[in-house]
């Protein structure tokens, strides 16, 4: 693998301990993947935050490496925490559970990773341009990075994010070439889409068949909270870290003879009922799977005007969107309603069952799909406007 002369000196130690052992996993990567070299990337953004997912072994690595004069050299964020930072008792958290995460977030901070705990950074305004290369890490946010803004990431794991945060460049593989770009399976859509959770049960479906394969629809016209729902759903049934959609994504190119499958309402339906569309009504709504944008959060205050929840609501965002509902009037509207906005974490990185929830409705795909593993939890996935409707009254 070919490497300049200032990453031979990165390796050999020049640049201290922790960018040589950064660029030696960079490196062998590299090798396993067959890059001919790095390339210099823009932005980093790291999963692997939750103390509920990594525990003290994963807080102990990044301590060392923190330790070891860690510093970040390019734009990095990460993913959500176990818990909101200041509404931690509410959830009901443990004093080891808030310590552990509290000691993952400082040695995050000390390598000078920001904050944003958010598996949305396209909703807190980094958006990499189209061709730009990055390295990021919840998946999610690589789908939607290569496929609605057509920016340049592999699926990295969080510890290959990081390494890349530290040095500034990734391996060239992949999704780096545009030779790489190519869909090789073709979805023609003959069905009513009309919510976003609609097109995550579609995305869902297809994630099962497609694995790692690049995915070209036909047939339907999302907007970016459809596409955003479409992706993570993609990337948690299935690989998939690439879509296009003919018409609507910056990039198509379908392969000379790609693989064609046909989706319709009947697909589409059993796939609702694998991911709980037709499970009894649960305990608790959580919302924003990925983080709620402000369009969805705007979307629940409109629906909860003048009404009031006869379940909990628990909304999961970033600290920036909370702001902006602040600002905008739609935090009120849904706390005077019962709801609460949790920020920095998800329902399913935060102990959601230490909370004594044992069931939980959701209007994402990816939720429902992980809750039941990760959470032990029933899942009921439905639209979201049928969701609080249900669970509201006029006043
Ligand atoms: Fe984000 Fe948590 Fe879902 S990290 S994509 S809200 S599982």
Not at 14 to 31: D, Q, W, Y
Not at 33 to 46: K, N, W
Not at 318 to 326: E, L, N, T, W
Request: net charge neutral; charged share 20%.
């Amino acid at each position: 693998m070919y490497l300049t002369k200032r990453q031979e000196r990165m390796l050999a130690g020049e640049f201290g301990e922790a960018s040589s052992k950064a660029m030696e996993i960079l490196v062998a990567l590299g090798k396993i993947y067959g890059a001919p070299r790095l390339v210099r990337c823009t932005s980093a953004q790291i999963s692997g935050v939750s103390y509920k997912n990594i525990g003290d072994a994963g807080a102990d690595f990044l301590w060392d490496l923190a330790q070891k004069g860690a510093r970040v050299r390019i734009a990095s964020y990460i993913n959500p925490a176990g818990m909101d930072l200041n509404r931690f008792e509410e959830m009901g958290l443990d004093r080891k559970f808030i310590e552990g995460q509290n000691r993952i977030l400082q040695a995050y901070r000390k390598m000078g990773v920001n904050l944003s705990l958010t598996c949305a950074p396209y909703q807190i305004g980094v958006e990499p341009r189209l061709g730009e290369h990055v390295a990021w890490a919840e998946s999610s946010a690589v789908i939607f990075a290569n496929s609605v803004l057509g920016a340049m990431t592999n699926r990295e794991s969080g510890v290959s994010a990081l390494c890349s945060a530290i040095t500034g460049y990734t391996p060239y593989y992949g999704y780096h070439l545009t030779s790489n770009r190519v869909a090789t399976l073709l979805v023609r859509v003959d069905a009513k889409l009309t919510d976003p959770v609609d097109y995550a049960i579609l995305g869902s479906h297809i994630g099962r068949v497609a694995g790692e394969r690049v995915v070209a629809f036909r047939g339907i016209n999302p907007t970016r909270e459809d596409l955003k729902a479409l992706g993570a759903a993609l990337a948690s049934t299935g690989a998939v870290a690439l879509f296009f959609v003919e018409g609507v994504t910056p990039e198509w190119r379908l392969s000379d003879r790609p693989e064609a499958v046909d989706v319709g309402q009947a697909e589409l339906k059993m796939e609702a009922d694998k991911l709980g569309g037709s499970a009894p009504s649960a305990e608790v709504i959580t919302i924003g799977c990925p983080h709620a944008s402000i369009q969805e959060i705007g979307r629940l205050a409109r629906i909860l005007t003048n009404r009031r929840l006869t379940k909990p609501l628990y909304v999961y965002t970033s600290r920036q969107v909370k702001g902006q509902a602040d600002q905008l009037g739609y935090t009120k509207i849904i706390e005077d309603a019962g709801g609460k906005i949790f920020c920095d974490t998800c329902m399913v990185v935060s102990p959601i069952d230490r909370m004594g929830v044992s069931s939980i409705e959701v209007a994402s795909a990816k939720a429902a799909y992980y809750s039941p593993m990760m959470s032990h939890v029933n899942v009921r996935l439905a639209p979201l406007e049928k969701i609080i409707l249900e669970a509201s009254e006029a006043v």
